[in-house]
């Protein structure tokens, strides 16, 4: 399965969500699935109160191409993995929650 990590970000480095992350990719990995690298880059996008948006539309459109959406710890309290469980579970992918 093509499967794509949802985790809350804000506030947090590229390094920060690449080192939290690491653990869950492995294990996806070590069961045969392929993870989508989908850590934004803020250099592309930018900062500011438009960033937010930005990252979530690129997110959704990530969504589009996977089969599975794993939702990481504390995903309930961030606004943009909300909404990316909506999207997923309204377009039928598989969720898995940790």
């Keep these: ?27 996806l990995l070590d069961s ?11 250099f592309v996008y930018g900062i500011g109160d438009d960033y937010a948006i930005r990252c979530l539309a690129k997110s959704i459109e990530f969504i589009a191409d996977v089969d599975a959406v794993v939702f990481m710890k504390g995903w309930e309290n961030a606004r943009g993995c909300k909404i990316e469980y909506e999207v997923a579970k309204n377009y039928g992918k598989f969720i898995m929650l940790l």
């Design 1 to 27: 399965m093509k499967v794509m990590i949802s985790q809350p970000m804000e506030g947090k480095t590229n390094e920060q969500i690449t080192k939290e992350r690491q653990k869950v990719e492995k294990r």
């Design 32 to 42: 045969g699935h392929k993870v989508l690298n989908t850590v934004i880059d803020n």
